[in-house]
């Protein structure tokens, strides 16, 4: 209690001094402790980023079979289109920020390549009627070209939108120049339903090349059964029919013995 009582006085006699001391002993504790306990890295990868999504849905032609009929055509504005084809995107926001208007630095492009040219875009689902409006006001076409000059998509917003063409697109380039973005995440989902329509039929005909080699063992060791089976009936059968023929020879000895004996 007395030594207690001692370093109570000394530091009301040297509050300077405790302050001082405390000070050092919290910033020597701190110290230690970060080296225990190591702080994470402070990486890009620490801040949310910035993801723009751009799938294809579907692609088709809007005539499946070709008529001879010269009186049948199909018209766009009064002129014929020939070979009409369908394309259904969606572009969403997929990031952990918003991709404001002024992040743009040029339009997001969407080039139809091998196409003769984008007939119309017409937007069929937005997340907002905001959305619905910028890009009704933003979408423009030249050429196999449709461009997004600028759009404001907040986080999980998105636009759905068909693209009518002039034939078919041999391939689907999508460019952009978007602050804080270096490149698009793109997914092609009639891509990925082939591919597993594909995978599936492997799998079918890895399974039915797997079965019938399986039914064929089962087959031949059931014919190998069989034919043991048969051999085993057919030696059992000769075993027994000798176990006849040497009990029918013993009783006839016998028969042959008892007169004898009765001689006697």
């Given at each position: 209690m007395?030594?207690?009582?001692?370093?109570?006085?000394?530091?009301?006699d040297h509050i300077g001094s405790s302050l001082l001391a405390t000070a050092l002993l919290g910033w020597f504790v701190s110290?230690?402790?970060?080296?225990?306990?190591?702080?994470?890295n402070v990486s890009v990868g620490n801040f949310p980023q910035k993801e723009l999504t751009c799938t294809l849905n579907s692609g088709f032609p809007?005539?499946?079979q070709v008529t001879e009929d010269e009186d049948f055509q199909i018209l766009f504005q009064g002129k014929e289109v020939e070979e009409p084809w369908i394309y259904n995107i969606t572009i969403e926001n997929t990031g952990e920020q918003p991709i404001l208007n002024e992040d743009f630095a040029k339009?997001?492009?969407?080039?139809?390549?091998?196409?003769?040219?984008?007939?119309?875009?017409?937007?069929?689902?937005a997340s907002n009627d905001d959305l619905w409006n910028e890009f009704r006001e933003k979408a423009?076409?030249?050429?196999?070209?449709?461009?997004?000059?600028?759009?404001?998509?907040?986080?999980?917003?998105s636009i759905t939108f068909n693209v009518f063409t002039e034939g078919a697109a041999g391939n689907i380039n999508y460019d952009q120049r978007t602050v804080g973005l270096s490149k698009l995440t793109l997914k092609n989902v009639t891509k990925e339903r082939n591919d597993l329509l594909v995978s599936l039929k492997k799998s079918t005909t890895i399974g039915a090349i797997l079965l019938t080699i399986v039914a064929f063992v089962l087959v031949i060791l059931a014919v190998r059964f069989m034919v043991a089976a048969r051999k085993l009936k057919l030696e059992l059968d000769k075993n027994i029919l000798k176990y006849y023929e040497?009990?029918?020879?013993?009783?006839?000895?016998?028969?042959?013995n008892e007169p004898e004996c009765q001689c006697k």
């Open positions: 007395k030594t207690i009582k001692r370093v109570k006085q000394w530091c009301r110290w230690g402790m970060s080296w225990i306990i190591p702080s994470p809007l005539v499946l339009p997001l492009t969407i080039d139809f390549e091998e196409s003769t040219s984008v007939i119309k875009a017409t937007i069929i689902e423009s076409i030249d050429g196999a070209v449709l461009s997004i000059n600028d759009i404001l998509l907040n986080q999980g917003e040497l009990k029918e020879a013993l009783t006839a000895e016998e028969t042959e």
